[in-house]
């Protein structure tokens, strides 16, 4: 294998220039107003393409994304804390030409694959019963030093940006895996629920407190949470679980928000989530990605089944474009009309672009969307005229 030139998730990182306006995106997102359609690429590529990339000639903005036009908001983040504050300082434990093991703030022994992945992989994990819990739990407790950075300031350069203005929460199902793991997560819904119950009311107690004094002096457009519950075969976690654990957490963070002016509930999760889409619709969430069609996410299915009540970006097949130009333009001709159509969609890659994807047919998905984009458009106003 050639030496990897890009391998951090930062060398990764892509380049956009937004041209939706905050207000833009929220009323098109919300089913407000439905002016013209977006679309972008969410991730970018996975380690290797960029080298691939550059060996069939990519210019250097095809290599940052920079020279492909795209639709899309810009986001701003606010620097508070609602997740884990303190920890343990990181170790590093070996280190060799194929991976790196450490110790990280957890106290997890983490090993990362160099050159295939750029998150290092759980090898062990700090909770297993209540009493391990309690050891930690000060880490995810209120204290004045979430609030620590300027957040006021940086709101202040966000709006005169005209960015859409973010704040994120640990995941209801995510934090505790972080903490036991998945198994080990999944068996103590049965085995031990006082202990996800006091996880979740610990977590949820301290983000209720940062955003409640957050949001009572700037508006939050965007309520962000990462989960990434499910695999192809299904999620994690059911409806009775998400209903029992979750939904107190999410529900009380997102009516605060909500009743204060926010519009979004975002939730990150691959994986096939339909089982589930009800259930996270009760919590509040009214919007996910990535919306992968290889894990059963068709989100013209999905549009049709939910209407307005969920909103989505991505759903674009990233495994097409390993494929033929008229397996490309099939699956365009079917995403995109109806989501110029309805509204409520940023029409994008699933997900990362993988390894293998030709630089022209990537070239061609960019131009042939545009098209698609363009006609459904125009065939729109005119109707509406």
Same mark, same amino acid.
């Given at each position: 294998m050639p030496k990897l030139k890009w391998t951090t998730h930062a060398d990764l990182a892509i380049r956009k220039t937004p041209t939706v306006g905050r207000r833009e995106y929220l009323d098109h997102m919300t089913f407000q107003a439905n002016t013209r359609p977006l679309f972008t690429e969410i991730f970018g590529p996975l380690i290797?393409?960029?080298?691939?990339?550059?060996?069939?000639?990519?210019?250097?903005?095809? $290599? *940052?994304?920079?020279?492909?036009?795209?639709?899309?908001?810009?986001?701003?983040?606010?620097?508070?804390?609602?997740? $884990?504050?303190?920890? %343990?300082?990181?170790? +590093? @434990?070996?280190?060799?030409?194929?991976?790196?093991?450490?110790?990280?703030?957890?106290?997890?022994?983490?090993?990362?694959?160099?050159?295939?992945?750029?998150?290092?992989?759980? $090898?062990?994990?700090?909770?297993?019963? !209540?009493?391990? /819990? +309690?050891?930690?739990?000060?880490? %995810?407790?209120?204290?004045?030093? #979430?609030?620590?950075?300027? /957040? =006021?300031?940086?709101?202040?350069?966000?709006?005169?940006?005209?960015?859409?203005?973010?704040?994120?929460?640990?995941?209801?199902?995510?934090?505790?895996?972080?903490? !036991?793991?998945?198994?080990?997560?999944?068996?103590?819904?049965?085995?031990?629920?006082? $202990?996800?119950?006091?996880?979740?009311?610990?977590?949820?107690?301290?983000?209720?407190?940062?955003?409640? #004094?957050?949001?009572?002096?700037?508006?939050?457009?965007?309520?962000?949470?990462?989960?990434? !519950?499910?695999?192809?075969?299904?999620?994690?976690?059911?409806?009775? =679980? @998400?209903?029992?654990?979750?939904?107190?957490?999410?529900?009380?963070?997102? *009516?605060? +928000?909500?009743?204060?002016?926010?519009?979004?509930?975002?939730?990150?999760?691959?994986?096939?989530?339909?089982?589930v889409i009800e259930a996270f619709l009760d919590t509040g969430v009214n919007c996910m990605h990535p919306m992968e069609p290889a894990a059963n996410m068709d989100i013209v299915a999905v549009r049709q089944k939910y209407g307005t009540r969920l909103a989505f970006y991505g759903g674009i097949d990233k495994h097409v474009l390993r494929r033929s130009r008229a397996e490309i333009v099939a699956e365009l001709e079917y995403k995109i009309p109806p989501m110029v159509r309805s509204g409520g969609c940023v029409l994008a890659l699933d997900h990362r672009i993988p390894n293998g994807t030709p630089l022209e047919n990537y070239r061609f998905y960019i131009a042939t969307a545009w098209d698609i984009i363009n006609r459904e458009s125009a065939g729109k106003d005119a109707r509406a005229s």
């Open positions: 290797g393409l960029k080298e691939e990339w550059e060996a069939q000639g990519a210019t250097a903005g095809e $290599l *940052d994304f920079s020279a492909f036009p795209y639709r899309c908001e810009g986001r701003g983040y606010l620097p508070v804390n609602t997740g $884990l504050l303190g920890g %343990y300082p990181e170790e +590093l @434990i070996e280190e060799t030409e194929a991976y790196r093991i450490w110790r990280d703030r957890l106290g997890r022994t983490m090993k990362l694959p160099k050159g295939r992945a750029t998150i290092g992989l759980p $090898l062990d994990y700090p909770v297993r019963t !209540m009493d391990d /819990w +309690l050891k930690i739990k000060p880490w %995810y407790t209120f204290s004045e030093a #979430r609030l620590a950075n300027d /957040w =006021q300031a940086v709101d202040a350069e966000h709006r005169k940006q005209d960015r859409v203005i973010c704040v994120g929460i640990p995941g209801g199902f995510d934090e505790p895996r972080e903490l !036991m793991g998945e198994e080990g997560l999944c068996v103590a819904y049965y085995e031990q629920p006082e $202990l996800i119950h006091d996880m979740l009311q610990t977590i949820g107690e301290t983000a209720f407190r940062v955003l409640e #004094r957050v949001s009572a002096a700037v508006q939050i457009d965007v309520l962000f949470v990462h989960e990434d !519950m499910a695999g192809k075969s299904g999620p994690l976690a059911g409806p009775k =679980q @998400i209903r029992e654990f979750i939904q107190p957490y999410y529900r009380r963070v997102w *009516d605060l +928000l909500r009743d204060r002016g926010a519009r979004l509930f975002d939730m990150d999760s691959d994986g096939d989530m339909n089982p």
